[in-house]
């Protein structure tokens, strides 16, 4: 599943890097929102990040951090509450509310261009759209069917010319596209009365759907340009792994070394892949890692944190994420090979 999480610079010495099959360690760089704690973090294939912040109002608002570090903070026209969910070109997508949300609805999509006015949009007749992802304008999400809805449903897709198509598989109670790659392909996950199971859309709008062969639990969260998808599946035990599914079906299990809990958040167009790794069969105390094309595995974690969770990788292999401190406040990370 996508995650929401929570930048005071860390001490460079409190920071724990490990690799299998040993290798020259990244660059580790931190951010803050000034007055705030971050509470998510994504990247473009530019380097441009964006994601949410608790403010001191005690609302959650909307940063952008362009690549020379600079770092402005906004909230979507009529909101007070502003929670962005991806940014891809610069271009930002995600869900506001007009007050502080209490409960399901009242959430409405926006989409934000590093230069020009912010489009917001609903879909259906819920109060509820909940975007996810956002790619060449095109963007994908969530919706509840009615006022009285106490899920999100259905899916959909929010062509650039503002045409909106939706998604829901047959048998399903709930469906969600969890992200959309440069052509118009979409992954995510969909539940039907006893478990989750993956999901791929063509961009003609067929869909295969798809389950982890070992697991009896999938989430496909993220999809590269080539139609590889990579998510987290549940064994028989309950015990969290990482795949990859190839275009051919072909899986591949990632298991993070000393590892009960091993989850995929991002894959980029290179196959390298970002997520949080654990101890934990819950996924407690989480930490971060990196995944290459070749296998080698990068662990991540910082001393004085609770935990540190790495949640987007762009194609020039960089990854972005947060850790929180004792204090609870959240910091942005920024990972470079």
């Known amino acids: 599943m996508k995650v929401f999480a929570w930048s005071i610079p ?7 890097m490990s690799a299998t099959n040993a290798c020259a360690a990244p660059t580790v760089k931190y951010f803050d929102v000034p007055g705030g704690s971050v509470e998510s973090t994504k990247i473009d294939n530019a380097g441009e990040i964006s994601g949410a912040y608790l403010g ?19 909230d979507a026209p009529g909101g007070a509450y502003t929670v962005p ?14 007050g502080r949300p209490d409960g399901l609805h009242g959430a409405t999509g926006f989409i934000l261009p ?30 509840a069917a009615t006022e009285k809805a106490t899920y999100l449903c259905c899916g959909f897709v929010r062509l650039s010319t503002g045409v ?24 995510g996950c969909w539940s039907d009365e006893d478990t989750e199971h993956g999901f791929i859309r063509s961009a003609d709008g067929a869909i295969t759907s798809f389950d982890e062969p070992n697991g009896n639990w999938t989430v496909s969260s993220s999809i590269q340009a080539d139609g590889i998808v ?6 028989d035990q309950n015990l969290a792994h990482g795949f990859i599914r190839s275009t051919s079906g072909a899986f591949t299990t990632v298991d993070v070394p000393d590892a009960r809990y091993t989850d995929i958040e991002s894959i980029n167009n290179n196959g ?33 944190a609770t935990f540190t969770w790495l949640l987007s990788i762009n194609s020039a292999n960089v990854a972005v994420g947060f850790y929180v401190d004792q204090q609870n406040v959240g910091h942005g990370v920024i990972v470079t090979p």
Do not use: C
């Not at 590093?114 to 007749?125: C, D, L, R, T």
């Open 230 to 235: 990579a998510g987290t599946y549940l064994d």
């Open 10 to 16: 860390a001490v460079l010495a409190g920071l724990a």
């Open 272 to 304: 390298w892949v970002a997520g949080i790794w654990s101890q934990n069969a819950d996924g407690g105390n989480g930490r971060g890692y990196v995944r290459k094309a070749d296998g080698k595995i990068e662990k991540f974690s910082i001393e004085q």
């Open 85 to 98: 969910q991806d940014i891809s070109k610069g271009v930002i997508t995600g869900q506001y509310f007009s």
């Open 56 to 74: 001191s109002d005690g609302n959650v608002h909307g940063y952008r951090r362009t690549t020379d570090g600079t770092i402005t903070t906004f």
């Open 164 to 187: 909106v198509k939706h998604i829901r598989l047959s048998g399903s109670v709930q469906t969600e596209p969890m992200d959309i790659n440069s052509s118009g392909v979409i992954t």
């Open 114 to 143: 590093s230069n020009g006015p912010a489009i917001v949009f609903s879909v259906g007749s819920g109060g509820a759209t909940y975007p996810q992802a956002i790619n060449n304008g095109v963007v994908i999400g969530e919706y």
